[in-house]
Structure formats: C-alpha cells, structure tokens
C-alpha cells in the first residue's frame, strides 16, 4: 500500500517562488519513480516533471522547463516540487505521483499511464 500526500499549495502572485512536497508513506525507497503532473479546469492532467529514484535523472515538460526543480529525499521518503516565476497558465491542480522503477535515465516525457500510484492533488492558483 502507498500513500501520497501533497501539500504546499495556494494562491500566490506571478513572479513568487512556491514550493510543493509530497509525503509518502507504505512502500517507499529509492526503486521508486516519482512525478509531479496537474490537471487545469476541463484539460487533461499533463505530466510537469519526474525523477528517477537515485535522483540522477530528471525531466521536465516544456512548459515548465528553467522555472521548475523536483527533488526528493529518500530518506525523509519526500519530493518537491520548487516552482519559481510562476505563470497564470500554471494554475492547476498539481498531483504527486509514483511508481516502481529501475530506470535510471528518463529520455522522455512520461504520462499518467506510467504511474500507478497518486496523491489526491494539491490546488496552485497563479494570479497576475
């Protein structure tokens, strides 16, 4: 069984830097793969950023590519997600993800169907 929680979420003002965690709980460690996506009101939920479990390997979408970090902490069985100069467009519900994995590069953006496991979703709303 795994659990996963984010928090970290709110309104913030375009320009500020926010920063997401995701907290996990049950089976956890460094074979896993973890995630971050968000899902904007009446779009589908895209993929944001992931990192493979030594941490080594990261990707990121296009869209947040230069303004958005992820890490995590093994040990503390924590990821973030450091958001800085956010937009407007990235408001969304944002969502941490995980799945077991030996990868250990990430050559692609990776989709939903890539991961079993989810948080319930913390909401960022980006205001100008």
């Known amino acids: 069984q795994v659990q996963l929680v984010e928090s970290g979420g709110g309104l913030v003002q375009a320009g500020d830097s926010l920063r997401l965690s995701c907290a996990a709980s049950?089976?956890?460690?460094?074979?896993?793969?973890r995630g971050w996506f968000r899902q904007a009101p009446g779009k589908e939920r895209e993929f944001v950023a992931a990192i493979t479990g030594s941490g080594d390997s990261t990707r990121y979408a296009d869209s947040v590519k230069g303004r958005f970090t992820i890490s995590r902490d093994n040990a503390k069985n924590r990821v973030w997600l450091q958001m800085k100069s956010p937009k407007p467009e990235d408001t969304a519900v944002y969502f941490c993800?995980?799945?077991?994995?030996?990868?250990?590069?990430?050559?692609?953006?990776?989709?939903?169907?890539?991961?079993?496991?989810w948080g319930e979703g913390s909401q960022v709303a980006v205001s100008s």
């Open positions: 049950g089976r956890t460690g460094s074979t896993w793969l």
């Open positions: 993800a995980q799945e077991w994995s030996d990868l250990t590069q990430i050559v692609a953006p990776l989709g939903v169907a890539d991961f079993g496991f």
